[in-house]
């Protein structure tokens, strides 16, 4: 749990956890102590990118065009402020960035117990963060904002 600039205590694992009930979603990290709203940090599932880039006709496409494309970037999107949409305003997510880089223990993003280390991602991915906040003014995801890679 953690308190953003509002006051508001905010439980990130149950938002998480919603997230990755959508198999287009592997991994997921909502990031916003002490912050002024919540962002979040997602990994889409490669089959999934893969199936999802058949059912839209993207077959001319390299596979890392495929990661990139603006199609999906406007179905992650589009999930993440659906499911947002159903949250409390102080738990809605205002901003994201698509991270391709998987969590793993090697790297030192997960625990031995697959728990994410949040200090770590917030430190590798810093850049990343601080211009989703810079960025993060709209009423909720998808906001006509772009999306990031990392």
Not at 3 to 27: S, W
Not at 78 to 106: C, G, M, N, Y
Request: contains cysteine; aromatic residues 4%.
């Amino acid at each position: 749990m953690f308190a953003g600039l509002n006051g508001k205590n905010v439980a990130p694992q149950p938002i998480e956890a919603e997230l990755l009930k959508d198999p287009l979603f592997e991994q997921a990290v909502i990031l916003g102590d002490n912050r002024p709203c919540l962002t979040l940090l997602v990994k889409p599932s490669l089959p999934q990118v893969e199936q999802l880039a058949e059912r839209r006709h993207i077959t001319s496409l390299s596979a890392n065009e495929k990661l990139r494309s603006p199609e999906l970037a406007e179905e992650i999107r589009r999930r993440v402020a659906e499911l947002s949409a159903k949250l409390p305003h102080q738990d809605q997510i205002r901003d994201l960035s698509v991270l391709w880089d998987e969590f793993t223990t090697d790297n030192g993003l997960l625990t031995p117990s697959m728990k994410v280390k949040r200090d770590e991602v917030l430190r590798r991915y810093a850049s990343t963060v601080d211009g989703l906040y810079r960025d993060a003014r709209g009423p909720q995801a998808g906001g006509g904002r772009r999306k990031r890679g990392a």
